[in-house]
C-alpha cells in the first residue's frame, strides 16, 4: 500500500536515500522540485510546503504542492508537484501534475498510482479539468496518463523542437 504525504522533516533519510539515487542516475531530476538542493532541509521543506500558499514563489509563478509517494516501510518511491492553476507556460508545456518515481522503483506500476493519487489532490482543490504533459519520446509516461483517463490534446512544439504531449483529464 503507497499513500502521499507532505514533504516532513521526519522523512528526511528516506528523502536523502531517493535523492542521491536520481543524483547517481544522471538522469533530468523530475519533478523539478526534487532538483531543489537538500543541504539545509529544514529550509528545502519549509520552502516546498510554503509555495502551497503561495509564499516565497518567484514572480509569475503559480502556488504549488509537493507530495511525495511512500511505501508501508516509509520509503519515498517518487514525488508529485501539483500546480493549482496553469500559466501560459504551463498551459503549452508544463500541465498541472509533474511527477517522478526514483529509477529503482520503475515499471512496477507506482507512476500511475502516483498520478492517480494526485488526481485526487487535484479534485480537493477545486480543479475540474487537469492538464497532464509528457514529451512525445516518453511512451512509459504516455501509457501512465492514458490509464488514469487522459484524453489527448493538441501537441505543443518547443523552440528545441521536442514534442509535448498534452492530455486533459476530467
Known sequence: MVKLVKPSVDLKLAYMSHYEEWKESEEEMIPWVIGKDPTDFEGMVSSLLEAEKGI????????????????EEYR?????NIRHSLTNHLMNA???IGYGIRPSE???????????????KTR????????????AINIGSEKTICKNGGVEDNDFVEDDGNVIKRYWIG
Open 56 to 71: 516565497g514563489l518567484p514572480e509569475g509563478w503559480v502556488p504549488d504542492s509537493t507530495y511525495w509517494l511512500i511505501d
Open 76 to 80: 519515498i518511491l517518487g514525488v508529485v
Open 94 to 96: 508544463g500541465g498541472h
Open 106 to 120: 520503475r515499471q512496477k506500476g507506482y507512476a500511475t498510482e502516483i498520478l492517480r493519487l494526485a488526481l485526487e
Open 124 to 135: 480537493e482543490l477545486g480543479i475540474k479539468r487537469v492538464l497532464v504533459v509528457c514529451d
